[in-house]
Each structure stands twice: as C-alpha cells, then as structure tokens.
C-alpha cells in the first residue's frame, strides 16, 4: 500500500462512548457525524488507532520520508563525483576550470596572447629566415615551459601546506613541524609524493643511524597520510585549491614575474611591454589551473631532432620530418593520456638531409 494513500484513508471518526477523536484506515471515507451507527468502523476494512499514536506515526514516517531523501541526494552525489573524476567531460559544467574548458582557453592562449607577444618580440628584434624568427619561437616557448614547472612545484607545495594545516587542525600533526621544516625538507617531501614505491624502498635502504634525529622527528608528522582520514583531508584540500584557484593563480602570476621573468627576459624594454606581460600572466593563470586539476593536465614539448609525431603536433611555418623546434606545447588530459589541444613544431629543412 502506497504510503501517501494510506495517510489519505486516515479519517477521522468518532468513539461514541468517549466523544474523543479517533482516526481509522481504510478503504471507504467515513463521514463525521454523532451517529453511532454511521461511525463505527468495520474491523474488516478499517484500523483504528488514538490521535497520540497517529501523530507518532505521522513523525515516524517523516523521518523516513526524510532519510530516504537524504540517502538518495548522498548517492547522486556519490554518483556525480564518481564521473567527473573517472569522466571529465562529464564534470559539471558551471566549473569554469574543467579540463575540456582548459583545453579551450590553451587554444585560444596561443591564437590571441601568444601572437601578440611574438609581433611585441619581433619589433625588437631583426627579422630573418623567411619571417619565421626561430629565435623568438624558443623564447616563447621556452618561457611556458618554464612556467609551467614553476606552477607544479608551486602546486605541490601549496597542496601539501594546506593537508598539514588540515592534520594540525584535527590534532594529526604538530604544528611545530609544520615551521620548523626548512625548504629543502619541504621540497624534499614534495619531489616523494611522486615517488614509486621501488623508489622509496631504495631510499629506505640507507642508513638509519645516519640521521636518527631528522627521521623521528617527521616521521610522526608524516604518518597522517597513512591514516583512514587522509582521503577526507586530501578531498577538502583539493576543494579549497580549486575554490581559491582565481586569487591563487593571480598571486602566483605575480609572483613569477617577480622573482623569475627577469633572468628568463634579460631586456627590461621587452620585459615590460604589456603585450608580453600580459602572455606572461596568462599562461602562469593557465598553468595553474592545470596543475590544480587530479590528476594534473599536462604539456608534453618534444626535443630537437625527434621525429615529428602528426598524433601530437601540426607544422608551423614549414612542413617536414623532423622536428627543428617546439613552437607550441601539445596538451594531455594527464601523463600519457588522451590528447586535449594539439601543439605546434618547426620542422627542420628538408634541403637539409639532400
């Protein structure tokens, strides 16, 4: 029996012994009326219970009405979760920082900011080797490439700060440890995470009494990351990088061409044009989104005198076999998979290899 309908065959009757409210369920409607006759109900087709009881299990059904619903919003939500990280197509489209949508603004990166920052460069510079100026596409090139190694240790660093702030906020870790690491410890931990576990064990098999100090005093700290909870503190950290990501990638942005753009671009004149700057602050925010996403996006840059792979990269300025320069790095969805933007190469001369 449908749980709607029956709370729609509970009437109301009356005890004509009590005159008290009594309610019944059943088939047939019972009018309400002082007829002791017209009221009393047919055991066969109806239950009758006192008004307390029926509130209980109105309350009770509530409760359940609202537990299902609630189950059923956690395995939607479960559900949701489950595609976006096995499909992430399927992830929701209001995220401005999917992988699909990355792949768009790469695209666009190069067709907008990159080409200005070239006509900025190749002002500045003579033009030679058929307009093609292989000396500003390495430049360019190389300044992404730069880049986007700046923003995965960065990525990485920031990851790990926030899990240890999230350890030290449920009493997992000290939060003496978290200051008193120095930052060749903290790289250290962040160049281990990408550790295989043949790699740790190598790194395992030294000798213990060599720094008997360093490895008690981390190893408590650490050990969070083993424990039932780091998959819940790993979740909340991945949610806040990505709730922060706009104030993130401009702070690193800003950052970068602080600290690292001057011995990239020696030149202040062209250091500071905006056209330059502007494909400088672009590719850092991109880069960052990229390294955020888990698994992270990544450009993948092949090497001079390689074979030109048509799957990954189309020709710039000429055709050809092999590969002279990488103008423009291919886009992978992650670490040798599926292909998101595909990149560009100079290819050497054929009259080369005549």
């Known amino acids: 029996m449908d749980q709607s309908s029956t709370l729609h065959r509970l009437q109301i009757i009356w005890d004509s012994d009590s005159d008290t409210e009594q309610y019944s369920v059943g088939k047939q409607t019972v009018a309400k009326t002082s007829d002791p006759e017209l009221t009393k109900p047919d055991v066969h087709q109806h239950i009758t219970v006192k008004r307390l009881d029926f509130y209980k299990m109105q309350y009770k059904l509530k409760e359940k009405n609202q537990e299902i619903e609630d189950l059923s919003t956690r395995l939607s939500e479960y559900a949701s979760q489950h595609l976006m990280e096995v499909i992430p197509n399927m992830a929701d489209q209001s995220d401005i920082y999917r992988p699909t949508r990355l792949g768009e603004m790469y695209s666009q990166l190069f067709d907008d900011e990159w080409s200005e920052a070239f006509e900025a460069f190749k002002s500045k510079t003579e033009d030679d080797d058929d307009g093609i100026a292989?000396?500003?596409?390495?430049?360019?090139q190389d300044l992404l490439m730069n880049i986007f190694e700046f923003c995965k240790d960065q990525s990485k660093s920031q990851k790990l700060y926030i899990e240890d702030s999230l350890a030290i906020a449920i009493g997992l870790k000290e939060q003496q440890?978290?200051?008193?690491?120095?930052?060749?410890?903290?790289?250290?931990e962040v160049s281990e995470e990408g550790k295989t576990d043949t790699d740790k064990s190598d790194s395992s098999q030294k000798d213990p009494a060599q720094e008997p100090e360093k490895e008690d005093k981390h190893s408590e700290g650490k050990d969070y990351r083993k424990s039932v909870i780091y998959p819940t503190i790993d979740r909340y950290a991945g949610d806040f990088r990505k709730a922060a990501a706009f104030t993130s990638a401009k702070t690193k942005s800003t950052l970068f061409i602080a600290s690292e753009l001057p011995f990239l671009i020696p030149d202040e004149t062209v250091r500071a044009d905006v056209r330059v700057l502007t494909y400088?602050?672009?590719?850092?925010?991109?880069?960052?989104?990229?390294?955020?996403?888990?698994?992270?996006?990544?450009?993948?840059?092949?090497?001079?005198?390689?074979?030109?792979?048509?799957?990954?990269?189309?020709?710039?300025?000429r055709f050809g076999k092999i590969v002279a320069?990488?103008?423009?790095?291919?886009?992978?969805?992650?670490?040798?998979?599926?292909?998101?933007?595909?990149?560009?190469?100079?290819?050497?001369?054929?009259?080369?290899h005549r």
Not at 177 to 188: D, G, I, V, Y
Not at 285 to 307: A, F, T
Not at 327 to 352: F, T
């Open 177 to 188: 440890e978290l200051f008193n690491q120095t930052p060749s410890e903290k790289s250290q």
């Open 280 to 317: 400088v602050r672009k590719c850092v925010e991109l880069c960052w989104y990229m390294c955020i996403q888990d698994p992270p996006v990544v450009i993948v840059s092949p090497k001079q005198g390689q074979l030109v792979d048509k799957a990954l990269f189309s020709f710039h300025g």
């Open 325 to 352: 320069l990488c103008v423009w790095p291919a886009l992978l969805l992650h670490e040798n998979g599926p292909v998101m933007c595909k990149g560009y190469v100079l290819p050497e001369e054929r009259n080369r």
């Open 134 to 140: 292989p000396d500003i596409l390495y430049i360019l």
